[in-house]
């Protein structure tokens, strides 16, 4: 079983829209969740960070958290064609040689005009 | 300011030579990161560096020498690769033990081995 999983995509989805990106995690004492996006070529950009169950909202940005049911997703309002891109899930664990941050495979988002 | 920077950009270097990847943080973090990140793959954490200690080696073969001269400059040493040890190189830093475990990346070195 993968650590963190998220469907590789694409998610198309019209411009305006709202994109809903799903990850679920296999470590259940994880504590922080991250997700980050990557556009073609360059390097991943953190856009949001989440430590507790419930809603956290940035701009047009929203992650949710459900520690009971290892999933954590992000929900992109308003999307633009601009925030097409591949969205990875991170999570950090604890492993016996450290604290990591454990990626998922990512979404890719692609944003219709 | 959460910027890290790398150089070079892009690096052609052939099996038998010696380079080096060079990593600058400003934010005060103590905890540097390398990464490797294929294509269409997750990035894939090679060395944790926390304090200017080294804490994790991932099993990283020998051909990839990390160096921490001091907390805010993390080095990669290169010998000897391999053509599969082309891809896109990442730097992160995060503010280090016991504190917010949000990673910065930098823009990366694309390494190409020929």
């Known amino acids: 079983q993968k650590e963190v999983e998220q469907n590789s995509g694409p998610l198309s989805v019209p411009e305006g829209a709202i994109a809903s990106l799903n990850c679920t995690y296999s470590?259940?004492?994880?504590?922080?969740f991250f997700w980050y996006r990557q556009y073609s070529g360059k390097s991943p950009e953190l856009i949001m960070s989440?430590?507790?169950?419930g809603d956290k909202e940035d701009g047009r940005f929203t992650a949710q958290l459900n520690k009971a049911s290892q999933y954590v997703s992000l929900l992109i309002r308003d999307s633009q064609p601009s925030d097409s891109a591949t969205y990875l899930c991170a999570v950090k664990e604890k492993k016996s040689s450290g604290d990591k941050l454990t990626f998922g495979t990512g979404t890719r988002l692609a944003v219709r005009p | 300011d959460t910027e890290v920077t790398q150089t070079p950009k892009h690096l052609v270097m052939g099996m038998t030579n010696k380079k080096s990847l060079k990593c600058e943080q400003h934010m005060g973090h103590r905890a540097m990161y390398w990464y490797k990140q294929k294509a269409k793959k997750p990035p894939e954490l090679m060395f944790v560096y926390s304090y200017e200690k080294l804490s994790i080696n991932e099993s990283v073969p020998s051909r990839f020498s990390p160096e921490c001269p001091n907390s805010s400059l993390l080095n990669l040493h290169l010998h000897a690769l391999q053509p599969e040890d082309s891809a896109l190189y990442l730097c992160a830093s995060s503010q280090g033990p016991g504190q917010s475990y949000e990673q910065y990346f930098g823009p990366g070195t694309r390494l190409t081995v020929t």
């Open positions: 470590d259940r004492g994880s504590q922080s």
């Open positions: 989440i430590y507790s169950n």
